[in-house]
């Protein structure tokens, strides 16, 4: 009997945190929308309630998905649970102190004390939590390893979210591909290669030369001096 109070009393916890969540959460997915960092289509206010609606609408579905999922698997969730969060409190209290080393001019509308050793504290305080649950528990090294594994799969969707609305993240992302197709070339299109086109193309001086799909422009070089 005791055991069912519990679990009674454990599912009332998680009905509350979700109510919570559900209410606090849409601001959030509100704000990534809107700095283009999550699906725009949410970013939405409601004409007549002035609330994030479809972000409200789309965090109560993942919600209620996740609590079927948790049903009889509390501990489970927990174990999940605690490492990300653990792990997303670090880098926001990260990203607090890049903001103010990169951004000091902005304007704070409130003073917090230790604003700069503060959240090295705080962190150090999450890593020895860290510690101390990936020593009590048990299989703690899987349950890391597929948190992260989670968590990776969101970066794929922040890249292409990334360069589709920034010109720069573009740009950024070609220069990298560019360079890592010239230490590569070697592999792909070797010396004995290009010597053998130019050999096939035979006597190319003065011609007019098409040559589609260059990639970096090691063998367009090599063509123009035959041209020229």
Known sequence: RGEDIF???????IIGSVAD????????????????????????????YNTPSRAIIFQTIVSIVFVFIGVGKYFTLVNLLIPIL????????????????KKPNIKRYYKAP????GPFIVIL?????FLTWYLLTKNA???????????????????????????RA??????????????????????????NILYLLGDIKNKKIL??????????????KNVY
């Open 170 to 195: 573009v740009r950024k992302a070609n220069n990298f591909l560019a360079y890592l197709a010239l230490l590569t070339e070697g592999i792909s299109l070797p010396k004995k290669v290009r010597k």
């Open 141 to 167: 090294a899987h349950i890391v390893s597929l948190v992260f594994s989670l968590l990776l799969l969101g970066i794929p969707i922040y890249l292409l979210l990334e360069m589709y609305y920034n010109p």
């Open 86 to 101: 653990l792990s997303l409190y670090c880098v926001v209290l990260l990203s607090l102190v890049v903001l103010r080393i």
């Open 7 to 13: 679990r009674l009393l454990v599912y009332l916890a």
């Open 125 to 129: 305080f999450f890593v020895s939590l």
């Open 211 to 224: 040559e589609f799909g260059c990639s970096v422009g090691t063998l367009t070089l090599l063509l123009a």
């Open 114 to 117: 230790f604003g700069k050793i």
């Open 21 to 48: 969540w559900v209410v606090s959460a849409p601001r959030l997915i509100l704000s990534m929308a809107s700095d283009r960092l999550f699906i725009p289509h949410l970013n939405k206010i409601h004409p007549k």
